[in-house]
C-alpha cells in the first residue's frame, strides 16, 4: 500500500510540478507592422548575444544597400525551448520594418527566410544575393 501511495505522489509531481520549459515558440511578423512599413533589404554585419536565458536575445548590427543606411537593432526571434540558435552570420540578409515616420529607427526586424513566408513583397528576393558582376 505504501508503494502505491509513493508511485501516485511521484507521478502526480512529474505531471503538476513540470515547467513550461521545454515549448518551442517562434515569433512571427505582426500583420499590422507589415502594412505600415515599407520593407528595407540588409545584410548582417556583426551579431551578438544579449540574453539568452529569455527568448534568445540578440543585438544586430546591419547595412542596407551598397553599406547604407545602417541600422542596429536587438531582436528575439526563438524561445529558449527551441535551444540555443546559432547567431545570424555576417552576410545573412534580413529584413527590417522602420517605424514609419522614423525610418532610423527598426519597428521589427527578421531573416528574409522566415519574412518571405509572411510578406508577399519578398517573395521573388533571393535568400542568397547574387554575385557582384566581374570588374574585368
Same mark, same amino acid.
Given at each position: 500500500?505504501?508503494? #502505491?501511495?509513493?508511485? +501516485? &505522489?511521484?507521478?502526480?509531481?512529474?505531471?503538476?510540478?513540470? /515547467?513550461e520549459a521545454s515549448a518551442c515558440r517562434i515569433r512571427v511578423l505582426n500583420a499590422a507592422t507589415i502594412a505600415r512599413s515599407t520593407p528595407v533589404l540588409v545584410m548582417v554585419k556583426t551579431?551578438?548575444?544579449?540574453?539568452?536565458?529569455?527568448?534568445? #536575445?540578440?543585438?544586430? +548590427? &546591419?547595412?542596407?544597400?551598397?553599406?547604407?543606411?545602417?541600422? /542596429?537593432f536587438m531582436t528575439k526571434i526563438y524561445s529558449p525551448g527551441c535551444g540555443e540558435p546559432t547567431l545570424p552570420p555576417a552576410g545573412?540578409?534580413?529584413?527590417?520594418y522602420p517605424v514609419p515616420g522614423s525610418p532610423a529607427l527598426v519597428a521589427d526586424a527578421f531573416p528574409l527566410s522566415l519574412a518571405r513566408e509572411y510578406d508577399s513583397r519578398l517573395a521573388d528576393i533571393p535568400l542568397i544575393p547574387a554575385p557582384a558582376p566581374d570588374a574585368e
Open positions: 500500500m505504501r508503494r #502505491g501511495i509513493f508511485s +501516485v &505522489a511521484l507521478a502526480a509531481g512529474l505531471l503538476f510540478g513540470a /515547467t551579431a551578438e548575444w544579449v540574453d539568452p536565458s529569455s527568448w534568445n #536575445g540578440w543585438r544586430i +548590427v &546591419a547595412e542596407g544597400p551598397d553599406g547604407s543606411p545602417t541600422f /542596429t545573412e540578409r534580413w529584413v527590417v
